[in-house]
């Protein structure tokens, strides 16, 4: 299964509920901290969620 490297490039300050409780469950606290979590459907939905705040590279 493929992974995917997400990055935090922008604040959650000033973003609705959801959005923030999306990064921090996708293990994103500061702008700079990159995770590699597998390439699921769950985990694609959250990224679409964020894709404005975070940077996604196919690993």
């Given at each position: 299964?493929?992974?995917?490297k997400?990055?935090?490039?922008?604040?959650?300050?000033?973003?609705?509920g959801?959005?923030?409780?999306?990064?921090?469950?996708?293990?994103?606290?500061?702008?700079?901290?990159?995770?590699?979590?597998?390439?699921?459907?769950?985990?694609?939905?959250?990224?679409?969620?964020i894709?404005?705040?975070?940077?996604?590279?196919e690993?």
């Amino acid at each position: 299964m493929s992974t995917l490297k997400i990055t935090q490039t922008k604040s959650v300050i000033r973003r609705p509920g959801d959005q923030k409780r999306t990064m921090v469950a996708l293990g994103l606290r500061k702008i700079g901290t990159t995770v590699e979590l597998d390439a699921t459907p769950q985990i694609r939905g959250m990224v679409a969620k964020i894709s404005h705040l975070v940077s996604v590279e196919e690993a």
